[in-house]
T-cell receptor, first 115, second 113 residues
Framework: GAGVSQSPSNKVTEKGKDVELRCDPISGHTALYWYRQSLGQGLEFLIYFQGNSAPDKSGLPSDRFSAERTGGSVSTLTIQRTQQEDSAVYLC?????????????FGPGTRLTVL | GDSVTQMEGPVTLSEEAFLTINCTYTATGYPSLFWYVQYPGEGLQLLLKATKADDKGSNKGFEATYRKETTSFHLEKGSVQVSDSAVYFCALRAGTSYGKLTFGQGTILTVHP
């Protein structure tokens, strides 16, 4: 079956512009995570969604970052007024159910470059 | 807070050499431990895991043992192949309610024929 998909695969933008990154989780997976992979910070958690519950946004680095998940499926990560330090690979993962157990399946990522 | 420390890389080996990538962690409670692998041009994949002390995770010839006394989860393989060239990430999942993963910095492994 289809895995986690992300789009675009690559995004180049100018400093100060807004960007939207999309994640399509595996069908039927209720838990969804965003992570960021950057040279300086390694791989870090950003945000978690579970069903219709309020998301855990504790990993978002600033208020320029926001995310939503519509209909409990597709998620969009939005970065406003992008800065050069936002350049990274943004990874999405989904899991069958909420709670601590179960395997997270990762998408291929979106590589964001801010000029 | 929770953290994972991996040995610094990159690591370069010849085919059939023995591999060890060190990983130590700091966490409250009793975390689950993981190794993920990222092959060139591909997404992160779970390689192996261990959920309690003294458990050994294994897959594709790789092994790692959960050592609570040394807070370690070192990755080993007896004979590496060129196809093992990838980035390896150690990670933990603490006893939170939703399974957030905390990753190490990653170790680049290159295996030459």
């Amino acid at each position: 079956g289809a895995g986690v998909s992300q789009s675009p695969s690559n995004k180049v933008t100018e400093k100060g512009k807004d960007v939207e990154l999309r994640c399509d989780p595996i069908s039927g997976h209720t838990a969804l995570y965003w992570y960021r992979q950057s040279l300086g910070q390694g791989l870090e958690f950003l945000i978690y969604f579970q069903g219709n519950s309020a998301p855990d946004k504790s990993g978002l680095p600033s208020d320029r970052f926001s995310a939503e998940r519509t209909g409990g499926s597709v998620s969009t990560l939005t970065i406003q007024r992008t800065q050069q330090e936002d350049s990274a690979v943004y990874l999405c993962a989904s899991k069958l159910a909420g709670g601590p157990g179960g395997e997270q399946f990762f998408g291929p990522g979106t590589r964001l470059t801010v000029l | 807070g929770d953290s994972v420390t991996q040995m610094e890389g990159p690591v370069t080996l010849s085919e059939e050499a023995f591999l060890t990538i060190n990983c130590t962690y700091t966490a409250t409670g009793y975390p689950s431990l993981f190794w993920y692998v990222q092959y060139p041009g591909e997404g992160l994949q779970l390689l192996l895991k261990a959920t309690k002390a003294d458990d050994k995770g294994s897959n594709k010839g790789f092994e790692a043992t959960y050592r609570k006394e040394t807070t370690s989860f070192h990755l080993e393989k007896g004979s590496v192949q060129v196809s093992d060239s990838a980035v390896y990430f150690c990670a933990l999942r603490a006893g939170t309610s939703y399974g957030k993963l905390t990753f190490g910095q990653g170790t680049i492994l290159t295996v030459h024929p």
